[in-house]
């Protein structure tokens, strides 16, 4: 599985961004799809997460109420919707797919996210 993330850029805080990523290769095994962020200086740190089975969803609390992630059916695309951007969110963000099984891990090779205050 290839992972590409695409929708980061330069945003003022109180705005919004969609991320997308987009996947290549077998992915009908896939059971989580996650995203990740690294801030500047940082260590990389979990984000969102949704399950293939039932669609469940999960966020740090740092970002309750003002993101959502989603994915298509097909498990080829997953996206992040950011809502009321906030100067910490600056960050690079990756995707991450787990395979189900021996919980093979496929990451993104990231997309800057930047909110100025």
């Known amino acids: 599985v290839q992972l590409l993330e695409s929708g980061g850029g330069l945003v003022q805080a109180g705005g919004s961004l969609r991320l997308s990523c987009a996947a290549s290769?077998?992915?009908?095994?896939?059971?989580?799809m996650r995203w990740y962020r690294q801030p500047p200086g940082k260590e990389r740190e979990w984000v969102a997460t949704i399950r293939t089975a039932g669609g469940t969803t999960d966020y740090t609390d740092s970002v309750k109420g003002r993101f959502s992630i989603s994915r298509d059916r097909a498990n080829k695309q997953l996206y992040l919707q950011m809502n009321s951007l906030k100067p910490e969110d600056t960050a690079t963000y990756y995707c991450?797919?787990?395979?189900?099984?021996?919980?093979?891990?496929?990451w993104g090779q990231g997309t800057q996210v930047t909110v100025s205050s």
């Open positions: 290769g077998f992915t009908n095994d896939i059971y989580a």
């Open positions: 991450n797919f787990v395979r189900a099984g021996w919980g093979t891990q496929y």
